[in-house]
């Protein structure tokens, strides 16, 4: 089988996004993610499918040289939910928007999460809606200032991971446009994950919210302001890495290691295989002042996918049923002759 | 009383209760049973839209209506020659569907003074206070007998309660002189495994029931219904609407060698198709319950792309809910099979009664220039040839296709003759094939130049690696905002449509080519149009008929046909949905409407009647 490179996933079509779009950067990642996942998993490029909704990241699929289906606002869930099961052999990717996956389609979102159906979704979250020029979205901080929130918002946002977590998701991770190691990272564990894969993305609009993530992504503050979580490594951040996560008997806390009484043996160590999603939950939604945002894959666990389910049941009828063609259908329980 | 056995060519039986009293089975038992005897049937269920509406009351109350002959049958009738009524609700519903010479079997026991209440009956005779008193009247204690029967059937009460049906069916099986052994072979096949102890006392309390007519004194006539005797040669099944279509799709799947996959949302009167669907995954169909509507459609447009037959189906409401994604599917020319089981409508509507209004949503209910071959299905056996039409035609012309159905189809039923697969055609997809030279790229939307067909490349494909979506593109599958290109795409999208014509067989008129009027009808109407035009001609007048079962586009012979006659009349289920149509394509033709929109089938009197005023 050919060697893929990153070169051979993109399409000949002009990106265009905006200059300093933090979409640019997770299609890189994208890019140089797949050419590592078809080489540890076997993949051709053929066997590809992105699918996407409406809204500026739903451009993608144009700039990938792979099978391609952009959809309509909010259903891209659905349509990469009827490929998959239509044909589990391929492997399906997704790229979607706040607005897109959490307004419009947040129906299909949580139905395809407790489906826990094999496609890999990626959200795109810049907390506004880029395309019909900004306005606020699902995800837009209360009291947001937009277009059509000019005195700031007046409801709560959606935090993405709760929601995959609520609905029993098997895999959830959270990235920053930035950080285009770690997305190539987490993108490869989407990959490797047998279930329905949500990678949250906090993108930039430079156009209309800018910003809206800098408290996380400003080189001078982000290592005090986010952890990146992997398997069997301690909870530790900061600037210093002298800081951690600690389970005091009730909830998390952050600390100061060396602090307090608390040592290096006292921080957690991630293990985003546990069976146990309260504190993966805990985890996902630990926010500033207090806390680190969490990054990386917070939960990646095994469980019996859709797809999967649906092709067995078919296989299992099939072997059992005395019905193996329309002719037999056709005659099947009660008839009668005419002679 | 003296005894005397009819010989009958037709009669019409409708058994009406409460709707747990069990009568969509009873009359379905009747029905397969005539069927098996071999006569001409029909069936047309009518129930109301709660499962447990308020006992003993109008509104609750369920009806079945079996229409048997000794010919081939198109309707379920328009009056019934009998009428069975389990309680005073169900009388005073149905009293007035009974013919002037009619017998009314009613329940003595339930005509007590709460149930005559609740059926809001002011005086203590129903049968004079609704004007039935000349008709032959049977009133039995079936409840109590019911009960005298299974006495030492160590049921207990509600159980043998339950029964009541049964010995009422006893009653029409003597009346009519049915064979009992169908039903017996059918409660022995259904109950042999989960319940056996309920065979022998369900076969006592028929047999019972037939006892008590032949010994009552209160039946004056019984009827004989020879088979069909013109009868084709062959194996027959009772068929409802909805199950048929089902299996018309599984036919196109395994005629096209392509898996079936549908995508639904539960929706009455559409849901028996998912249902069908989904017991039959021995043939490969997969089937998905959506979480909505839009998922139904979204996910089948995700199987077509991934390369399966793919199909939804839904009723008039969830048709509006799929508008957006239909639209898709034109857009990225993808086949699909849309079925809309039409009902009541606008909005909730009558969800269990029958219509034909979806007519107009089904041709432009969408946004932009966005045309769909529309097709329907004229009996509830014909669904099954409509469907595996219908995903002809998508497969084949890659484009979603509406196939309208109608409640009056979905849940009728009707004997059918089971045809061989090898008498229907193959059906041969548009794939691209042949390996692809380095470089080189697969256009989607470059099409057939005699059928304006595209290829259809399946992902998995080496090679072919391309994107379709819902924005303008060009041929090559560029996204194109091009003034001229877009043009040249919306119209060359029509003509797809417009050319699938070639592929749809001519109309056929019955009566002479040419006259004063043509009667035109379209979908589920056909059977009773069919039978007033059968009388009509019988009686020397001079009318010719023509159905639709291909609307868009219309067969190519439409306009040739026109031509004959002064007049057409389209009769339809709906405001002059398809006459408007008709007009629009048609406008130096003089088009008359004759229209019904409550909720049920024509009547032939109806029919007729409409015809005599036109000539």
């Known amino acids: 089988m050919a060697n893929l490179t990153s070169k051979d996933f993109k399409s000949d079509q002009e990106v265009r996004w905006c200059p300093g779009c933090g979409d640019h950067a997770v299609l890189a990642a994208l890019q140089r993610a797949l050419p590592k996942v078809s080489q540890a998993l076997h993949y051709e490029k053929e066997r590809y499918v992105i699918v996407s909704g409406i809204g500026c990241s739903s451009r993608l699929p144009y700039y990938m040289d792979t099978y391609g289906f952009h959809s309509i606002h909010g259903r891209a869930t659905a349509i990469s939910t009827g490929i998959k099961v239509a044909n589990p052999w391929l492997t399906v990717w997704q790229a979607c928007g706040d607005g897109d996956a959490l307004a419009i389609g947040g129906n299909h979102f949580i139905h395809a999460i407790r489906r826990n159906i094999d496609i890999n979704v990626i959200l795109f979250n810049n907390q506004i809606y880029g395309l019909t020029k900004g306005q606020y979205s699902p995800t837009s901080k209360l009291g947001t200032i937009t277009k059509t929130s000019p005195y700031g918002t007046v409801e709560h946002p959606f935090n993405p991971g709760s929601l995959v977590l609520g609905a029993k998701g098997t895999f959830f991770a959270r990235s920053l446009d930035v950080e285009l190691a770690l997305n190539e990272e987490i993108m490869t564990a989407a990959a490797l994950h047998d279930g329905c894969s949500v990678m949250e993305m906090l993108t930039n609009c430079v156009i209309f919210n800018d910003g809206a993530h800098k408290s996380l992504s400003d080189p001078a503050v982000r290592a005090d302001h986010t952890i990146i979580l992997r398997d069997g490594e301690k909870m530790v951040f900061g600037r210093d890495r002298d800081r951690g996560l600690v389970f005091d008997g009730r909830k998390i806390r952050a600390v100061r290691i060396g602090e307090g009484g608390y040592t290096i043996d006292d921080i957690m160590v991630h293990d985003s295989h546990s069976d146990d999603i309260g504190l993966h939950m805990a985890l996902a939604e630990m926010k500033g002042p207090d806390y680190p945002v969490a990054l990386g894959v917070i939960r990646d666990v095994k469980d019996i996918t859709y797809d999967d389910g649906v092709r067995d049941q078919v296989k299992e009828v099939m072997a059992k049923s005395r019905i193996h063609c329309v002719d037999d259908l056709l005659r099947s329980g009660s008839t009668w002759e005419v002679k | ?615």
């Open chain 2, 1 to 615: 009383m003296q005894h005397k056995v009819i010989d009958a060519n037709d009669v019409v039986i409708r058994f009406a209760g409460d709707s747990g009293d069990g009568m969509q089975l009873t009359g379905s038992l009747f029905a397969d049973m005539s069927a098996i005897y071999g006569n001409g049937l029909s069936t047309f269920p009518d129930y109301p839209a709660e499962i447990r509406a308020p006992h003993g009351t109008v509104s609750g109350v369920s009806g079945f209506q079996v229409h048997i002959g000794n010919t081939e049958v198109n309707t379920p009738g328009d009056m019934c020659d009998m009428l069975i009524a389990m309680n005073p609700a169900a009388l005073k519903a149905n009293a007035k569907w009974c013919k002037r010479h009619a017998m009314i079997l009613v329940d003595e026991d339930a005509f007590d003074e709460t149930g005559m209440k609740k059926a809001g009956f002011k005086t203590d005779n129903p049968f004079t206070e609704l004007s039935v008193e000349d008709r032959t009247l049977i009133v039995a204690p079936i409840t109590t007998m019911t009960k005298e029967s299974l006495k030492d059937s160590g049921m207990d009460q509600k159980a043998i309660l339950k029964c009541k049906n049964m010995f009422t069916l006893g009653i029409a099986c003597y009346i009519f002189n049915r064979p009992l052994e169908p039903i017996f072979l059918y409660l022995e096949k259904k109950f042999s495994k989960k319940h056996p102890e309920v065979i022998e006392p369900n076969k006592k309390v028929i047999q019972d029931g037939v006892n008590y007519a032949a010994n009552v004194q209160a039946i004056p006539n019984t009827y004989t219904i020879e088979p069909v005797k013109s009868a084709k040669k062959g194996t027959y099944r009772n068929i409802t609407g909805n199950q048929a279509v089902a299996w018309g799709l599984l036919a196109a799947s395994e005629k096209s060698g392509l898996p079936l996959f549908c995508g639904s949302y539960p929706i009455t009167p559409a849901t028996g198709i998912l249902e069908e669907l989904a017991i039959h995954k021995s043939l490969g169909a997969k089937t998905l319950q959506a979480e909505d509507e839009i998922a139904g459609i979204c996910t089948a447009i995700g199987a077509s792309f991934a390369g399966n037959l793919a199909v939804t189906t839904t009723s008039g409401p969830g048709l509006s809910l799929k508008s957006e994604a239909l639209g898709l599917a034109v857009m990225a020319e993808l086949p699909l099979v849309v079925v809309d089981v039409q009902r009541g409508g606008p909005s909730t509507g009558l969800p269990t009664k029958t219509e034909q209004t979806d007519l107009n949503q089904a041709l432009y209910g969408r946004n932009g220039e966005c045309p769909i071959p529309v097709i329907c299905a004229h009996s509830p056996a014909n669904c099954f040839f409509a469907a595996f039409q219908a995903a002809k035609i998508a497969l084949e012309h890659m484009t979603p296709v509406i196939l309208l159905s109608e409640g009056f189809l979905g849940n009728g039923s009707e004997p059918w003759l089971i045809p061989s697969m090898s008498e229907y055609p193959e059906i041969k997809p548009p794939f691209a094939t042949g390996a692809m030279a380095p470089g080189e790229r697969f256009h989607p939307f470059e099409r057939d130049p005699e059928t304006l067909v595209p290829k259809w490349a399946i992902p998995g494909q080496k090679g072919y690696e391309h994107r379709v979506g819902g924005l303008e593109k060009t041929h090559e599958g560029v996204l194109s905002t091009d003034p001229v290109n877009h043009e040249t795409m919306v119209r060359e999208r029509a003509e797809k449509v417009a050319r699938i014509a070639a592929d749809i067989p001519e109309l056929k008129v019955r009566g002479a080519e040419s006259g004063k009027l043509l009667v035109v009808g379209w979908g589920g109407t056909y059977g009773h149009i069919s039978s007033a035009i059968h009388d009509l001609q019988a009686e020397g007048v001079e009318v010719s008929y023509t159905h639709f079962d291909y609307i868009n586009p219309l067969p190519s012979n439409t306009e040739k046909v026109f031509s004959g006659f002064d007049r057409i009349l389209v009769c339809e289920l709906n405001s002059g949905q398809f006459a408007d149509y008709l007009r629009a394509k048609f406008p130096e033709k003089h088009f008359v409407k004759f229209n019904k929109i409550q909720g049920q089938p024509f009547l032939v009197e109806e029919i007729k009647s409409a015809v005599r005023k036109e000539i």
